[in-house]
């Protein structure tokens, strides 16, 4: 029975192979493909259930195939692979599945691991709490100074200028005092804050004429535009009234005793009438003979009425009378009644001043205390130009508000006409004469100190607020091998500190280089970086221990320890 099914089955298979393939029959590609693909499947499902004849076939088609009998070779005319599709079973998707602790710990690495990276943290943080700390005691044990309110006058640079004598420098200008405010984006750039207008009236003017101004010098309506513009540009105006006879000729008893009212009435108008215009204040000097406590208290008491909180006028006095003795207080103005007393550096010789003769006028100054005045300064006397240099880096540097006369921030030489169209003039004739440019290339150097100067009054606090020391001052005149006893060396020094940053000045006043004595202060910091130096060749880092001062030569340098930054 078995053998009769089997024959029937080779029957059935002998009889569709030959059919003719549909492949012959349809010009359809995909439906023959379609067709071939069902038949072949067929064929593989019956092999896979009747394995007795699938080893009855020739199986030399390779795997996946299998051979066609020899019933089927006589129909097909040749030998026919047949190929035996078998579908690949379908991977299993694996369940995700947490792990547990065992796995995890073998994952990191084991238990140990779990103890290291607990203690890391704890040192982590242990360590940040640590500089947490360290920082907050370091800003409480070394607080930064709080810096006191300065008014704008303690802060200004002062700039002292005769619209006369700035009209005949210049030839080509505005008529008056219109030339004062062409000049104004200059003084700007300079750091200028307030300027000191002199020889406005003239010195025989009565006080029922201070309202008006010398012909020559303008109008009123000139001087107001002047105010208008310097405002604009954030400068004050303060006249001066020095060596003006205010209050007409003294009595033959030499006092001003006699003085009639209606005088001080006139001069309490004017003064009044200028401050509603927007003038800044009135100067006047010690030796006037308006000069006295009543005068400077009906002053004081008007520049009150007119200032306000973030506009303060005030009343400037001139000191020309000679110095206290050394280290006393000067007590010959009262601090009450005024807020500036200018002093000169210098005194006024009709001669150039040796560098020993500056170096002992300056010190003199140093070491004079000026109790609860606040100082103004200014040069004064003559003196050569590189000496006039080294002063304009002590003026700058003092405490107190500088006040530079015009022309001083080129280094004029003496007696030379302020000419602020110097480097137009120079500008003209370069390549002509060789003096010319060697002046231009001076006076630019000399403008560059000056600006140098007052940007970093402007930005360094040290120079505003800290405290002044006098310091005594070692060196050894260079070259070391001379066996003359040097004289006493004309050099200065002083320390201005601010917190934990100090600025030190040196001035070499002398005709020799100068270098400082190791044992020299040795409580300070030995590192520094130039600030500014009269020659302005003076840059990057240095050391006090090899710094050298050459002859008339002033240097500013920053200190700041050797481990630490100053910024």
Known sequence: MQQKRINTNKNSIKTRAQRPDCCQLSDDMEVCALTRHVRDDRVGTYLKKNSRIGMQFNMDGGYGSTAVGSGMLGSLGGSETVP?????????????????????????????WRKIRSRLVVVFWLGWLALLGASIDIIVQSPRPVAPPLLWWQRALFYRIQPILLMD??????????????????????????????????????????????????????????????????????FDFCDLDLFGPKDSVGN?????????????????????????GFGICDTDAAYSEKTLTEWRVLVKEFSTSDYERIVVVKQTE?????????????????????????????????GQEVAIAVERHLSTSHGELWPSWTVGGEASPMLHRILLVLMMTLPGSPVVKYGEEIVRSPNESADMSWEREADKTIGLNDSVGEQRKLKRSALALFSSLSGSRLREETLLYGSFTFLPFNTTSLPPYSTLAPPSAPVLAFLRSWGCVHFLVLLNLGPEAQ?????????????????????????????????RLQPEEAIVIKLFESDSYSS
């Open 256 to 280: 001003n005793s006699a003085v009639p009212s209606d005088h001080t009435g006139s001069i309490q108008y004017a003064l009044r009438f200028w401050l509603e215009q927007g003038v800044a």
């Open 515 to 547: 270098a400082l004595d190791p044992a020299w202060a040795p409580s300070l910091p030995t590192a520094g970086v130039f600030v500014t130096s009269t020659g302005m060749d003076r840059l990057g880092s240095t050391s006090l221990e090899t710094l």
């Open 84 to 112: 035996l599709l078998i579908t690949d079973p379908k991977p299993e998707t694996p369940k995700w599945q947490p792990m547990s602790k065992e796995q995890l710990e073998l994952e990191a690495g084991g238990p140990g």
């Open 169 to 238: 420098a210049q030839k080509e200008v505005p008529d008056g005092i219109d030339v004062v405010c062409e000049q104004l984006p200059y003084l700007k750039s300079l750091g200028v804050k307030a300027l000191l207008l002199e020889g406005l009236f003239h010195q025989d003017v009565s006080p029922l004429d201070l309202s008006k101004i010398a012909e020559r010098v303008g109008t009123v309506p000139q001087i107001q535009q002047l105010l208008m513009e310097s405002h604009n540009a954030g400068i004050k105006v303060v």
């Open 322 to 354: 000679s110095l206290p003795a050394l280290n006393t207080s000067s007590t010959s103005v009262n601090s009450s009644l005024v807020e500036l007393v200018m002093m000169s550096l210098l005194p006024h010789e009709h001669h150039l001043l040796s």
